[in-house]
């Protein structure tokens, strides 16, 4: 009285998909053979009726059957596909065509066919039917794929190769990719297309510890050599149908041109964290072993990337530069931040941006995230106001198109909406005049000190909108405008 596919991930470990029969492909029999050649385990069942009452033709609805075989009989019509269906009571089976007690139809088959076919024709719970009565007959099927590791029988003819990564989820530091290479397309003579198909499996770890569900998915992309870019769409995506979703584990079925590729499992809320397990399975002749990032695979793989540099360091590594640099009290000034982010910068991807940083950056910096009105901050203060720079890093690197390290005049008030912050016209006038270079772009460390003023503008007017209306008085835009300005 449960999901048959959550048991048989239980009992195997396997990986499991869920499909609706109206949806599968036209080439209905291709499909189920592939499956089953692989050591697939099949269940399907009818839900359009009450629990254990039958159809016309003896199919119980609510009741979880498995396909158990494929095969194409020769009978003297010519030759028919039939799929063999077992139920697990040993008794009440269909009544259709090709059944066993009805199955007049059989009689256009040999005593020899059916004994290739290992017909019986007994009340044992397995029965045959034909593609397009199966069609009508079950609404949804089950498959749960097993890999050479989970497989014992030794008559399966494609076992998926699978490999497996543990990984993690870690606040504001985006989300992990790993490199998949594929190279050798599938063995499929009936397939005019020269693709390579694989399974992606992203399951949560510890969730019933946790008691939550994280909203995951996952992405596709072309490997290129700069790298994955936030604004180009991936080839494929668990998001387009249903966005991200809240699953213990989420599967992604694809096919793709022989080629390099970049998986990423994406996490919604990038403020959370979370451990997962990635498992890939591809075809044959796709094995995993190690891959150089740069070069030629010779395989098909995954693996995680090189590490890469990033915008600023992670929280933990600011941690420890505010120990080094702000060792009196402990608290960090003015100039104690900015030999902290000279450094930070410099070993990052905005390397010599750090030229365009000057003290009085970061005294507004102190000011604006300042609660004692000390003109420094504590670790507490200074760890908020990290979190605040590496979010609005993220934003600048995926605005800044040309990778010059700054932002075109058209791009900055795209970049302010993605921050959360609309600007008008007038407000776009000021920033040109007072936070542009020469050129009329915008530095990384102007756009952060930019992005510092708008955000205290935002606490500022909602302070001073008492009556929760978004209006305040002339005098307090007026002052908000100097604090824009100055």
Known sequence: MGFPHEAMVDMTGGITEVFMVASLPRALGSFLRSLLEKGALINCANSQGPLEKSNEFGILFRHAYSVTALETVKSTIGPVQLVRIRNPWGKAEWEGPWSDNKGIEWHMVTAEEQRRVQRIQQEDGEFWMSLADFRQNFELMEVCHLSEDTLSEGDVKKPWKCTSHHGQWTPLQGSPQYNLTLLEEDDDPSDPELTCSFLLALMQKHTRQRGTLLSIALHIYKARDHGVSSRESPLLSSTKDQGFQQRPELVLRGRLAPGHYIIIPAIQETNQSGEFLL??????????????????????????????????PSTNEARDLFVKHCAKGPYCRPLDLYNLLTEAISKGVFAGSEKMLNLEHCKSFVVLMDSQGMGRLDLTEF???????????????????????????????????????????????????????????????GFLFLLMKLDCMMRKFQSFDVTGTGMISVNCRQFLHMTMYN
């Open 279 to 312: 498992r890939v399975l591809t075809e044959k002749g796709n094995t995993t072993t190690a891959a150089e990032r740069a070069g030629v695979a010779t395989d098909s793989l995954t693996q995680p990337l090189s590490p890469r540099l990033t915008g600023l």
């Open 383 to 445: 760890q908020a106001l990290w979190d605040k720079l590496r979010k609005w890093t993220s934003i600048f690197i995926t605005f800044d198109k040309n990778k010059n390290q700054a932002l075109d005049y058209l791009e900055i008030s795209p970049a302010l909406s993605a921050a959360g912050i609309k600007v008008d016209e007038f407000i776009l006038q000021l920033i040109s005049l007072r936070y542009t270079e020469p050129d009329m772009t915008l530095s990384f460390p």
